[in-house]
């Protein structure tokens, strides 16, 4: 079955710091891949999302791309900020025939340090 | 506007008893989902509508699950006979159901969750 293999956190930086949070995953057909980030005591929210191979989705500074060839969907950020202390998810949801059900990752928790 | 909102945000039962979740899906949302978040985990699908009707079930764990959504907006998540291992929190979420494009543009929305703790 699908399925979504992400970096075991806890994962601590300094501000400033350069963000990488790995996710590769294992799918028939042609997925779409997301990001959804957990601030606490919040719900899911969607980061970013890329839809075929080769698209760059990014917001908040965030980015990621949409890697065919290696399976993967690295989350990156070029400097961190306090505020973005949360748990993120990697994800993937089929792209064909209306199949609506989305496969989750494990999370990586993300702290950052003034 | 107003988001996805679930009733109760905690609930806590005691072993065997029965228990009903509320989910209130984003208005003219035709689409809504459940998912299970155990501790330290990612969510787990339990099952989609489609307007009233279940048009994917497959995730949900055992007989004592079970889901309505009778005039396709507010669902309920019903479990009987409650077991430790079913504390979680539940994660309700919708979406407009675009499927013209394959549903490439169909965000799904997300609720704060309940969170279910079985004593």
């Known amino acids: 079955g699908d399925s979504v293999t992400q970096m075991e956190g806890p994962v601590t930086l300094s501000e400033e710091a350069f963000l990488t949070i790995n996710c590769t995953y294992t799918?028939?057909?042609?997925?779409?891949l997301f990001w959804y980030v957990q601030y606490p005591g919040e719900g899911l929210q969607l980061l970013l999302k890329?839809?075929?191979?080769?698209d760059k989705g990014s917001n908040k500074g965030f980015e990621a791309t949409y890697r065919k060839e290696t399976t993967s969907f690295h989350l990156e950020k070029g400097s961190v900020q306090v505020s973005d202390s949360a748990v993120y998810f990697c994800?993937?949801?089929?792209?064909?025939?209306?199949?609506?059900?989305?496969?989750f990752g494990t999370g990586t928790k993300l702290q950052v340090i003034p | 506007g107003a988001g996805v909102s679930q009733t109760p945000s905690n609930k806590v039962t005691e072993k065997g008893k029965y228990v009903e979740l509320r989910c209130d899906p984003i208005?003219?949302?035709?689409?809504l989902y459940w998912y299970r978040q155990s501790l330290g985990q990612g969510p787990e699908f339990l099952i989609y509508?489609?307007?009233?009707?279940?048009?994917?079930d497959s995730g949900l764990p055992n007989d004592r699950f079970f889901a309505v959504r009778p005039e396709g907006s507010v669902s309920t998540l019903k479990i009987q006979r409650t077991e430790r291992g079913d504390s979680a929190v539940y994660l309700c979420?919708?979406?407009?159901?675009?499927?013209?494009?394959?549903?490439?543009?169909?965000?799904?929305?997300f609720g704060p969750g309940t969170r279910l703790t079985v004593l």
């Open positions: 979420a919708s979406s407009a159901g675009l499927a013209g494009d394959g549903g490439h543009t169909d965000t799904q929305y």
């Open positions: 799918a028939t057909g042609y997925p779409s």
């Open positions: 890329a839809t075929k191979a080769d």
């Open positions: 994800a993937l949801r089929k792209a064909s025939g209306g199949y609506q059900k989305v496969t």
């Open positions: 208005s003219g949302h035709t689409a």
């Open positions: 509508f489609q307007g009233t009707g279940a048009a994917d």
